[in-house]
């Protein structure tokens, strides 16, 4: 398998859009298609999820020519990625409920752990100093309606829906 | 002379007190965060689109166009004197103003850079007010085939002038197109692709997907590589260039602005292929070549002055067709729809003071970075000397901030983060992002203007081959196609944007 792909990121992007375009395509059977007249809210993305699976195929057997040759894909570096999305994730759920004091502190120092030369008393300074300066700013300066401070009556309103 | 009442018109709103506050505000945190390595314009723009919304329209747009000229003169400074670019229209700017910067004339690269790109500015700006209003018009008469023929030839431009395999920036067209169909059919009203998610309801933001592919996957790029910076930091001195170097540069200069406008208005050509092909062609047209690459203040001037008036040329298709030449400007068109502006050909005529006077605020944003940056260079150069594990955590924050108030939805941070990775796994993969993000705008508008032309003639397609313009619009696009695949233009063609970098 290994010696046929002669260019594993043309390859697995190839099979990348292949999957990526089946699945539009899949889903968009479901909806109505209609008629080349009168178009249903089907029918363009059921030809273009054809189309990008059709290239994406190309691609991948394009990749399997020698003429093509390319370096192999990179390994991930899964720390870096964690670090730096898994505090974006908690931002994004925690912010209506926490604040923005909380999470911002908690975007600043978690995120830094990315970093190889990762230090806690500077990153503990700027992580405070950021929040004021966002704080200022964003808040008091531009009147964003984002909660500074944490609010815990989401979760009674969320109880109040359940009942 | 309507051209000079128009630019009178403009500059009567550019220059109105508050407008011209936003725009100097705009030039200045353009370059503050530009000036920080590792994050380009599209990322600046979508991080600072919330700070324009408490704006009247005009002064946003003043303000957000401000924002992208600073953040591209940032992105010279920190090539220069860092030899790291912020933005891929600046490596070749790194080539020889880094040697400059090296040889202790980092004062002079910076000074001939802010010198020709205001230069460019100020021809560029008279184009756009010369070549926009014709064109608009011309754009009045296009029917819905007229259209999409158009939309096509645009994005097939945009990807045989990007760089990087022709096919799979056309399958990146293809999937933006299909992530830009996401949400609810203006037709049928029926939601697409939402897998359930009343959140998903209203499609996906272009802030997510902007800040996503082009912040978080370019930090965790960054992260990865480590960052090896040479900081040129001894005291920049000498901004002003003496006359053997203004000698030496206003040919160089010319070209690079006669080539960068024409190669803006093209879909796809903007900035970087501006100021590659205006650096290809100095050294080939200079006496001794090997010069380049060792500190040619030639191989500043060219390309700075041709990314900056490719830049402003770049406005041309946006303001007339409404059609986005690059991802920039893909992102200016969400930001003038969130603030209730269609863009298109109907801007000229229905809001003058918003169409010229951005035009005119383009060149007020050219003066106000010469004046600004000039002076304050020293500030950069201070900032440029942050560590860059500092750096991110800190643009991290704003960019959370940032895409949560674009429409105060949670969602939209868990959805940047899911196309941080997605962007981090294109990298991977040598996928271009950039049509991505060009297919996503222009989405809805083809699928929109695909069914008017099909309900029009009655479900024949033989509608785009036998209207003139939209049949004119597809010959160009098949002659641009078989033109690139021919195998002689394809290996010039990569051997244009391998120039040294």
């Known amino acids: ?55 994406g195929l190309a691609i991948a057997l394009l990749a399997l020519r020698g003429k093509n040759a390319g370096p192999g894909v990179e390994k991930f570096h899964w720390n870096a990625t964690f670090w730096v999305l898994f505090p974006i994730v908690v ?35 700027l992580a405070i100093g950021l929040v004021v300066f966002c704080s200022i700013i964003f808040v008091g300066g531009l009147k964003l309606p984002i909660p500074l401070c944490p609010d815990f009556g989401v979760f009674e309103q969320l109880a109040a829906c359940r009942v | 002379m309507e051209l000079l009442a128009n630019l009178q018109l403009g500059f009567g709103v550019a220059l109105a007190g508050t407008n011209i506050l936003y725009c100097f505000i705009g030039v200045l945190l353009g370059t503050l965060i530009g000036v920080l390595p590792g994050i380009g314009p599209v990322a600046t723009i979508a991080m600072l689109l919330p700070a324009t919304f408490v704006l009247p329209p005009v002064s ?33 700017t790194c080539l020889d103003g880094h040697q400059m910067a090296k040889q202790g004339h980092a004062g002079k690269a910076l000074g001939v850079a802010a010198l020709s790109s205001f230069f460019a500015g100020t021809v560029s700006t008279l184009l756009v007010a010369a070549f ?29 002038l990007a760089h990087g395999s022709l096919i799979k920036a056309v399958a990146m067209i293809i999937l933006g197109l299909l992530v830009g169909l996401i949400g609810t059919d203006v037709n049928s009203g029926v939601a697409r692709y939402n897998f359930g998610l009343p959140e998903l309801i209203d499609g996906v933001g272009i802030g997510p997907i902007a800040m996503g592919v082009f912040g978080f996957g370019e930090i965790i790029r960054n992260l990865e590589h480590g960052q090896k910076r040479e900081v040129t930091t001894s005291r920049v001195t000498g901004l002003l260039p003496n006359w053997q170097d203004i000698k030496q540069s206003t040919w160089p ?105 951005m035009i005119a605020s383009m060149w007020v944003g050219n003066f106000l970075l010469v004046v600004l940056n000039l002076p304050l260079i020293g500030m950069w150069v201070k900032l440029l000397t942050l560590e860059y594990r500092f750096l991110y955590p800190a643009i991290l924050l704003f960019c959370c901030i940032g895409v949560y108030s674009i429409n105060n939805a949670w969602m939209d941070v868990l959805l ?43 479900g024949d397609p033989m509608v785009f081959v036998t209207r003139p313009i939209s049949a004119t619009l597809l010959v160009i696009s098949v002659i641009l196609l078989v033109i690139v695949l021919m195998p002689a233009i394809r290996s010039k063609r990569e051997e244009a944007f391998v120039e040294d970098a």
């Open chain 2, 132 to 160: 926009a209003p014709p064109l608009a018009e011309l754009a009045l008469k296009f029917g819905p085939a007229d259209y999409f023929s158009l939309m096509v030839l645009g994005l097939l431009a945009a990807v045989v």
């Open chain 1, 1 to 55: 398998m290994k010696h046929l792909i002669k260019n594993p990121r043309d390859f697995w992007a190839g099979i990348m859009f292949l999957a990526l375009g089946a699945l539009f395509a899949g889903v968009g059977v479901t909806y109505k298609i209609g008629t080349a007249a009168r178009m249903g809210p089907g029918y363009f993305p059921l030809v273009l999820g054809l189309l990008l699976a059709g290239f």
């Open chain 2, 416 to 458: 940047a983060a899911g196309f941080g990775f997605i962007g981090y796994l294109f990298g991977k993969l040598d996928c271009e992002a950039a049509p991505l993000l060009l297919g996503f705008v222009l989405g809805p508008m083809m699928e929109e203007n695909l069914r008017r032309a099909m309900l029009l003639s009655r």
């Open chain 2, 60 to 92: 946003a747009l003043i303000m957000l166009a401000g924002i992208y000229y600073g953040a591209s003169y940032g992105g010279s400074t920190t090539a220069i004197l860092v030899n790291l670019p912020g933005e891929v229209s600046s490596v070749v």
């Open chain 2, 253 to 357: 200069t010319i070209r690079g602005t006669m080539l960068g406008s024409f190669l803006g208005i093209l879909p796809g050509g903007g900035p970087i292929l501006g100021s590659f092909s205006a650096y290809t062609l100095e050294k080939k047209l200079a006496k001794d070549p090997s010069r380049f690459g060792k500190g040619a203040i030639e191989g500043v001037a060219a390309p700075e002055s041709a990314n900056n008036a490719a830049a402003q040329t770049s406005f041309i298709p946006l303001l007339t067709l409404g059609i986005p030449s690059n991802p920039v400007m893909a992102l200016m068109i969400g930001a003038m729809i969130i603030h209730g502006i269609q863009p298109g050909p109907q801007i000229m005529t229905a809001k003058p003071d918003l169409f010229w006077g």
């Open chain 1, 91 to 125: 931002f994004g759920i925690g912010l209506k409920i926490m604040g923005m004091i909380f999470m911002g502190l908690m975007v600043v120092i978690v995120s830094s752990l990315a970093s190889e030369e990762f230090k806690l008393r500077p990153v503990i300074f």
